[in-house]
């Protein structure tokens, strides 16, 4: 694919979130195992109750059996960090890789043979370090002497460092078990996250780095910064949510003095309304290009006062809601570009003054839908060459559907001060994993967007 020859000659920068993620295939005798250790009442009581984080294990079966019964994929924080021992003992864990926004991208463009990726991440322990594939194009910055230098992670680690492991439930169509007497089978197929939410895990850049971002921007075309539902309202040492997010601020800031540099934020559920209300605000606007899927943009329009068009798409999932929440983000947070990705389509809007045709959007979303299903058949991409894996899938059965839905939505909503592309996903049946999916998506969608903005001389 002559796009992805082109993007590959990107240099990338992307920051801060990297974690374990310990991941369980779900079957449905462990699920009801759970439901019967607990009560099927007591579950039921609590999926009504609806909590937003866990604190005791009734938290999690309650949230994982909705997950399980709307086949939805989400992500609820584990806020009690005694409850290790517990999912420890009630679990093996099929498989160990890396994790979180920042350290995924970081691998996928070093896998795909990008020109330089430099990942950055505030906790690099040495479990951690070794998440990271060992490519001579991945770097680490490190200060040494009041000097930048750019080490392999697996030369960087700091062994004090807290570790982060994030717990993933994969599930898969089909799957039954019951709850007391109703008996339930999993719609679609997806993903559990129970991600730690722990003090010692923080969102910054060490002060001795920082002063250096604007030489880190000046070595890369663009940066994906992602983690920010990792920041806390108010921590034990008097620090809070607005002194990491206005740290967050200098940082794009100094990446930006080049000027040329594109930023994307992947924006991931926040389940606090006052935090989401914060990133939104306070980041939205300084970054050129931010991702997010379905449930994201209705929590993002919810927090910002659009509350019956957020549960418009929470209840119907229609793709003119999408699109009018998409053309309200974009013009509300000044962003140059909005992507938006679902199960069954992804969405580019921008402003009618874009320097790339609606062709070439196109173009960038067809490349990122390749490469996700390319990680979806292989559970890993190790090679430019595994893209041919995924020309070979299919688009989804509703790919005619969606195209229709979308000429619908352009007739009654006003889209010529936009422009607004939407292509089908091609999806993969029985997918070997569906962690990253998104951040493969947006990362594709991001730097190919960039590579036809360098050929067309605006980058």
Known sequence: MELLDDTRRLAVYTAYNTNVDAIVYLQGETVQRLIDELGAENVRRRMEEYPRQIEEPIDFVARLVHALKTGKPMAVPLVNEELHSWFDSRFDYDLERMGGQAGIIANLL??????????????????????????????????????????????????????????IFEFRAGTTFKLGNETITVPFSGRFIVSARFESIRIYTEEGLKKFLPVIGEKVDGAILSGYQGIKLRYSDGKDANYYLKQAKEDIMLLKRHDNLKIHLEFASIQNRELRKKVIYNLFPLVDSVGMDEAEIAHVLNALGY??????????????????????????????????????????????????????????????????ASRASLGEITSPEDIKVGMNVPYNERGEYVKLRFEEAKRKLRTREYKVVIIPTRLVKNPVSTVGLGDTISAGAFTSYLAMLRKKGEL
């Open 307 to 372: 509350s019956k068009l957020a549960d418009r798409i929470f209840t119907y999932n229609r793709i003119e809601d999408t699109v009018l929440g998409g053309k309200i983000l974009v013009d509300e947070m000044n962003l140059e570009v909005l992507q938006i990705h679902t199960i069954y389509y992804i969405m580019y809007i921008t402003h009618s003054d874009n320097p790339l045709t609606e062709k070439e959007l196109t173009q960038s979303l067809e490349l990122a839908t390749t490469l996700a």
């Open 110 to 167: 070093a896998n795909l043979d990008f020109s330089r990726v430099i990942v950055y991440t505030p906790h690099l322990a040495k479990k951690q370090a070794e998440m990271f594939v060992k490519k001579p194009n991945l770097f680490y910055p490190v200060v040494e002497g009041d000097k930048l230098t750019l080490k392999h992670p697996w030369e960087a680690y700091r062994e004090e460092d807290p570790i982060k492991v994030n717990r």
